[in-house]
Nanobody, 120 residues
Framework: QVQLVESGGGLVQPGGSLRLSCAAS????????MGWYRQGPGKPRDLVAT???????NYADSVKGRFTISRDNAKNTVYLQMNSLKPEDTAVYLC??????????????WGQGTQVTVSS
């Protein structure tokens, strides 16, 4: 009933930049929070950044000062601007949404993931 579609991943050299987008669609009446998580090779999934309906943001220590999360409420879209990328940022990046759904209530959804590879 709710779909999250990520885009913007790709191959980039160390020090480069990428901008990820995640668009939510479906029977949504409220978005409580959206965020980005990542899972690198041989690593568990962990939080990268989140943003709440009130605009509060939270970042993993490893990306502070390099990544910026933002949102466009009119488009139900969240963005992740990634600068000064490092090889250790290589991972599948997944969008997460904590939303209110008509006739269902509060639900959590995940996107399909987009690959980010940082390599020289």
């Amino acid at each position: 009933q709710v779909q999250l579609v990520e885009s913007g991943g790709g191959l980039v050299q160390p020090g480069g930049s990428l901008r990820l987008s995640c668009a939510a669609s479906g029977s949504i009446f409220s978005i409580y929070a959206m965020g980005w998580y990542r899972q690198g090779p041989g690593k568990p999934r962990d939080l990268v950044a989140t943003i709440t309906s009130g605009g509060s943001t939270n970042y993993a220590d490893s990306v502070k000062g390099r990544f910026t999360i933002s949102r466009d409420n009119a488009k139900n879209t969240v963005y992740l601007q990634m600068n000064s990328l490092k090889p250790e940022d290589t991972a599948v990046y997944l969008c997460n949404a904590d939303v209110g759904v008509y006739a269902r209530g509060r639900m959590t959804y995940w996107g399909q993931g987009t690959q980010v590879t940082v390599s020289s």
